[in-house]
C-alpha cells in the first residue's frame, strides 16, 4: 500500500511556482505575422513607465516605442487570446524569428509572455523575478520596445512585450 504525504507550501514558495506557471521567456532573432482577433490593448504609458524605471535603477538607457515592435506584440497578445494559450508560436508553423522577420525587424530580439488577470505593474515584477524575463528587459543591445495585451473571451489577460534594437 503506498502512503500518500501532503506537502505544504510557503506563500513565496506558492507565488514561486505560480509565477512559472504564467510566464514564459525567450531569446530570438525573429519576425512577426498575424492579425488575429483578439482584443489587443496597445501600449499603456504605465508600462513604458515601469519599463525606463527598471532600465534607469540598472543603469540603462530607456527604450523606445518602436511601430514595428507595437504590432509585433499586438499580434502575439492578439493570437495568444484566440487561442486561449500562452506561447511563443502564433500557429501556422510560426515560431518568433519567423515572426520577426515577416515584420521587418532585424537583428536581435526577445520577447516576453505572460497571462493572468492583472496591472503592468504586476506582469513587469514577475518578469523582474524571473532570471529569462529580467535578462531580456536588461539587455543592452536592445534600444526599442512593443507592448501590448489581449483579452480571451472568459476575460483572461496576456501580455506580449517584444525587445529590439
Known amino acids: 500500500m503506498n502512503k500518500i504525504t501532503r506537502r505544504r507550501f510557503s506563500a513565496p514558495a506558492a507565488l514561486a511556482l505560480l509565477s512559472a506557471v504564467v510566464l514564459s521567456g525567450c531569446q530570438s532573432i525573429a519576425d512577426f505575422g498575424y492579425s488575429g482577433s483578439g482584443n489587443a490593448v496597445g501600449s499603456s504609458a504605465s508600462g513604458e513607465a515601469y519599463l525606463a524605471a527598471i532600465r534607469r535603477e540598472h543603469g540603462l538607457q530607456p527604450l ?61 515584477q514577475m518578469w523582474m523575478n ?3 524575463h529580467r535578462r531580456n528587459m536588461l539587455d543592452p543591445r536592445f534600444a526599442h520596445y512593443g507592448l501590448s495585451s489581449a483579452k480571451d473571451g472568459s476575460g483572461q489577460k496576456y501580455w506580449a512585450l517584444v525587445l529590439g534594437r
Open 64 to 124: 523606445k516605442s518602436d511601430p514595428k515592435l507595437e504590432k509585433a506584440a499586438a499580434q502575439q497578445a492578439a493570437y495568444m487570446a484566440d487561442a486561449s494559450k500562452m506561447t511563443h508560436r502564433t500557429g501556422w508553423r510560426k515560431d518568433f524569428a519567423t515572426r520577426m522577420r515577416q515584420n521587418g525587424v532585424q537583428g536581435a530580439a526577445a520577447e516576453n509572455v505572460a497571462r493572468g488577470y492583472m496591472e503592468p505593474s504586476r506582469v513587469f
Open 130 to 132: 524571473s532570471k529569462g
